[in-house]
């Protein structure tokens, strides 16, 4: 499961099957929204809350696609809202690539790339108004990025509408 998402006084976390698991802190009961990954989805993928949505990114080398969770209450589906050609710049000394954030206004990604014999970790950021890339920083290489600062899960016996019958447990993660 990806990390945990709050949106609208719950958190959201992404299971492997697509599906995802929503938890009330206030009342402490958790829901299953049953919906699938789009069909274009890619391996790399950042899931998020932007625009008061639920908002899925998934990007190729070439492109990066910006879906928005629709209907989340009667019938969930993800909704294609934006296409943007990916940003990265350097791919001769480009080592990896993953994206980092998104708030409906920007989109940023990581790029590590082999200087030397040593990393360099850059940021890049797309304007979504302004419909550019921009490099906007850089990463200390003493900086340890990778770092969660939750350690909270729900318990998969209480998320209403998640049944047992198929091994869905094993499944969940959680």
Known sequence: MKKPVYMKGALHWLR????IVAFNPKTEKARLIPIRFPKELCVKTLFTAADNNLTLISATEEFVYVYALENILNDPKWVLVKKIRNGI??????????????????????ETMLKKDDYKQVLR??????????????IPRWCTYAIDFYQFKPSSS?????????????????
């Open 89 to 110: 710049l350097d791919e001769k000394r480009l080592y990896s690539w993953g994206l980092e954030a998104y708030d409906g206004k920007c989109l940023v990604l990581k």
């Open 125 to 138: 950021g797309y304007d979504l108004r302004a419909n550019k890339w921009e490099v906007i920083g850089s």
């Open 158 to 174: 209480s998320v209403i509408g998640l049944d047992d019958k198929e091994g869905e447990l094993r499944d969940i993660g959680l």
């Open 16 to 19: 492997n099957d697509g599906s």
